[in-house]
């Protein structure tokens, strides 16, 4: 038990806690016209169904594009695929010019050689069995496990998800796929997506236009669509530095924080943090400075993640800290509880990061909001979405401030 502040707090909690008798909530059932600004509804190649699924912490969309069915497990993934359509359709009318076309039949050659010669692991092949998200507000009593050594690998190797193998066999081809991924990289930037995104469709017409743009010659000016929302955004050291170099200086980073080796690699491996998530959640812990404990979140989320809504999950963890200690004062210190991390200040008050879109009141957060283990005599719940009503008023009873959608200042 972590034991922070006068004893006497952790009895009053409790008996606070004991008191609430309010029972879980079901899954809320939401509409997307009623959660959503009109941008990410519908546009011209798009359309958001309105019935949401919710598990009483995310909400899942579905988006039908002109391009394809796109599902969407989270408000962040919904503005990272709409942003993607967009993109989509950008390419899809550079692809119909005679120039493209000539540009892509002369990189044909180069394009073969390298399929043939590099491993590849095509966007699409790496999927994960959807969880839900209350599985990481169970048993936050525990503490986690330290090392990560046994970090489970959602897929063994060293790839990034939504990035080809680097392993070349011949140096002419590790050249034409260096020189290619640059060019597509270059193209992501102009249309302001990930070009590591797990979006197939997207993926493959990032490949094309990175062959023709390096071993055709291709070159067209082109305007970059509107960004919507602030999820999808992306660090600009993901556009200019291949993977290898972003890892190099992520790995330095760790290392600084005192991220043991065996951590730093099972992290750094972790396909589910692709170069942008990657760099998202350093920067975020990295900001912390000099907060204690930091290497236990970096061990924790290359453990846990396992899919790209769990990374997505951790990149917003990290960065509600970090907004924390940007507007309302340090952490000190970061404390890894069995599935989740939180943050304490000098004074030992709990900041508890919840990084999801619509929390209601289920059994594993009113087993939270009583948890001996977080008792302090100040304790906030940062959220990056919102909470039920009910959800409100119980934490409040048990003695939690709540401060909802922080990631939006």
């Given at each position: 038990m972590l034991r922070t502040g006068p004893r006497l707090v952790v009895p009053a909690i409790l008996l606070a806690a004991s008191a609430l008798a309010t029972s879980p909530e079901p899954a809320p059932s939401l509409r997307a016209a009623d959660i959503l600004p009109p941008a990410l509804l519908s546009g011209p190649n798009f359309k958001v169904d309105d019935a949401v699924k919710s598990d009483g912490y995310m909400t899942a969309f579905v988006v039908r594009s002109d391009f394809g069915e796109f599902p969407a497990g989270s408000r962040e993934m919904?503005?990272?695929?709409?942003?993607?359509?967009?993109?989509?359709?950008?390419?899809?009318?550079?692809?119909?010019?005679?120039?493209?076309?000539?540009?892509?039949?002369?990189?044909?050659?180069?394009?073969?050689?390298?399929?043939?010669?590099?491993?590849?692991?095509?966007?699409?092949?790496?999927?994960?069995?959807?969880?839900?998200?209350?599985?990481?507000?169970?048993k936050v009593g525990a503490k986690s496990k330290e090392a990560a050594g046994d970090a489970k690998d959602a897929v063994a190797g060293d790839d990034q998800a939504g990035a080809k193998s680097t392993e070349a066999q011949a140096g002419d081809t590790a050249k034409d796929v260096s020189g290619m991924s640059k060019a597509r990289r270059q193209w992501a930037a102009k249309?302001?997506?990930?070009?590591?995104?797990?979006?197939?469709?997207?993926?493959?017409?990032?490949?094309?236009?990175?062959?023709?743009?390096?071993?055709?010659?291709?070159?067209?000016?082109?305007?970059?669509?509107?960004?919507?929302?602030?999820?999808?955004?992306?660090?600009?050291?993901?556009?200019?530095?291949?993977?290898?170099?972003?890892?190099?200086?992520?790995?330095?980073?760790?290392?600084?924080?005192?991220?043991?080796?065996?951590?730093?690699?099972?992290?750094?491996?972790?396909?589910?943090?692709?170069?942008g998530l990657q760099t998202a959640f350093v920067a975020a812990l990295e900001s912390l400075a000099p907060a204690k404990g930091r290497e236990t979140a970096v061990a924790l989320a290359a453990r846990q993640a396992q899919s790209e809504d769990d990374a997505r999950f951790y990149r917003r963890t990290a960065a509600l800290l970090a907004r924390y200690r940007a507007t309302a004062g340090p952490i000190t210190s970061v404390q890894a509880r069995r599935r989740v991390f939180i943050g304490r200040n000098a004074s030992g008050a709990v900041v508890f990061p919840v990084g999801v879109d619509y929390l209601t009141w289920t059994a594993d957060v009113a087993s939270v909001s009583k948890e001996?283990?977080?008792?302090?005599?100040?304790?906030?719940?940062?959220?990056?979405?919102?909470?039920?009503?009910?959800?409100?008023?119980?934490?409040?009873?048990?003695?939690?401030?709540?401060?909802?959608?922080?990631l939006e200042e």
């Open positions: 919904l503005e990272v695929r709409v942003n993607e359509v967009a993109a989509i359709a950008k390419l899809e009318d550079v692809s119909k010019s005679e120039v493209f076309a000539k540009s892509l039949g002369a990189a044909a050659e180069k394009k073969a050689k390298a399929v043939a010669n590099i491993a590849t692991n095509p966007v699409g092949t790496a999927k994960a069995v959807p969880q839900s998200m209350g599985r990481f507000f169970k249309l302001a997506v990930d070009p590591y995104t797990t979006n197939a469709v997207l993926a493959k017409k990032l490949d094309d236009i990175g062959w023709a743009a390096y071993a055709g010659g291709f070159a067209m000016n082109i305007a970059t669509p509107p960004v919507v929302g602030t999820a999808a955004s992306v660090n600009n050291m993901v556009w200019e530095l291949p993977p290898e170099d972003i890892a190099k200086r992520n790995d330095a980073k760790l290392q600084a924080m005192g991220v043991s080796e065996a951590d730093r690699k099972a992290f750094l491996k972790n396909r589910w943090f692709t170069p001996p283990g977080l008792a302090s005599a100040k304790r906030e719940i940062w959220l990056s979405g919102t909470a039920s009503p009910t959800t409100k008023k119980e934490l409040a009873a048990a003695g939690w401030t709540l401060k909802e959608s922080a």
